[in-house]
C-alpha cells in the first residue's frame, strides 16, 4: 500500500447559525483501511460525509483526492474515483435489480456510448459479491428494504471505485446482513479501497473499524478506532456513562 492517503482533508470546518458542528477537522483516509464516523444525532456525520464525497463544498478547508484537489475535479472524474451511498438512495421501482446495479458503471462509460462487456462483467461481480443473483431479473420495487439496501450498495461497488463512501449502510439490515456487509467492506479494504462509513452501532463500528472519528459538541476526535471509541470518549459523546464488558460496551444513562 502506499504511503499516501487516497483521501485527505485539512482543515475542515462547518458552522450552522446557532453552533459549530466541526472546526480544523484533518483526516487521512488510506487505502486498505476502514474508517468509521460516529456521534449523536446531529453532529454532523452526513455533513461531513457530503463534504468528503464532493457533493457540498466545505466552509473552510481543502480535500485532495488520490493527490488531485477535489474542488477541481469534474463530477465524472470525481465519479470514476469515489463512490458514495447515502442513507436513502431511492430507485425507480420498474428498473430490474441488474439494470440498477448496472447504473453503478456510468462514470466509467464512453460519452454517449452503451454498456460494454466489462460494465455488464463489473456489475454481476457485484451481484454476485453480494448474494444478489437470483434477484437480478426482478423489479427492484418487490423487493424488501433490506434487500433494496443490499441492491444500491451493488451498484456502488460496480463503479470499482478506489474510495467508498457510506452513509448508515447497515441501516434497515438484520444483525445478519449487517455483518456480511462489513465482511464485504473488509474485503474492499484488503482489495486496496479506502473505506469511510457513518455508523449509529458502536459494537459494529468497535468490531471492524481500523480508524474512527467521532464527532460530538463541535469537536472531533480523529485516531485509532482502539482510542477514539472508548468507553470514556463515548460517554462524554453521548452523555452516558459507558462500560466495556466482555469486549462490549454497555451504556448507562447519566445520572
Not at 438484520?174 to 458502536?202: F, K, M, N, P, Q
Not at 468497535?206 to 460530538?216: E, K, N, P, T
Not at 463515548?234 to 464488558?245: C, H
Request: glycine share 10%; proline share 6%.
Amino acid at each position: 500500500m502506499t504511503d499516501a492517503p487516497a483521501l485527505a482533508a485539512r482543515g475542515l470546518s462547518h458552522r450552522l447559525a446557532d453552533r459549530v458542528l466541526y472546526d480544523g477537522l484533518d483526516l487521512d483516509l488510506r487505502r486498505g483501511r476502514i474508517c468509521v464516523v460516529a456521534g449523536p444525532n446531529g453532529a454532523g456525520k452526513s455533513t461531513l460525509l457530503r463534504a468528503l464525497a464532493g457533493l457540498d463544498r466545505p466552509q473552510a478547508g481543502r480535500i485532495e483526492l488520490l493527490g488531485d484537489s477535489l474542488a477541481a475535479l469534474s463530477p465524472a472524474a470525481r465519479a470514476r474515483r469515489l463512490a458514495y451511498l447515502p442513507q436513502h438512495c431511492p430507485a425507480e421501482p420498474d428498473l430490474l435489480v441488474r439494470e440498477v446495479v448496472l447504473l453503478g458503471r456510468l462514470p466509467n462509460l464512453p460519452r454517449f456510448g452503451p454498456p460494454r462487456d466489462v460494465d455488464a462483467a463489473a456489475a454481476a461481480a457485484a451481484l454476485a459479491r453480494l448474494g444478489l443473483g437470483a434477484f437480478a431479473d426482478r423489479p427492484v420495487g418487490q423487493l424488501s428494504g433490506g434487500e433494496r439496501q443490499r441492491v444500491m450498495l451493488a451498484r456502488m461497488l460496480a463503479a470499482e471505485a478506489a474510495v467508498v463512501i457510506l452513509d448508515e449502510p447497515a441501516a434497515g439490515l438484520d444483525i445478519g446482513h449487517a455483518l456480511g456487509l462489513y465482511r464485504h467492506l473488509r474485503a474492499l479494504a484488503g482489495e486496496g479501497v479506502a473505506v469511510l462509513v457513518a455508523e449509529h452501532d458502536l459494537d459494529l463500528a468497535r468490531r471492524h473499524a481500523d480508524d474512527a472519528v467521532l464527532l460530538a459538541a463541535g469537536r472531533a476526535r480523529v485516531g485509532p478506532c482502539s482510542a477514539v471509541f472508548s468507553p470514556e470518549h463515548l460517554g462524554a459523546a453521548f452523555g452516558v456513562v459507558a462500560r466495556e464488558r466482555d469486549g462490549r460496551l454497555w451504556f448507562e444513562a447519566s445520572t
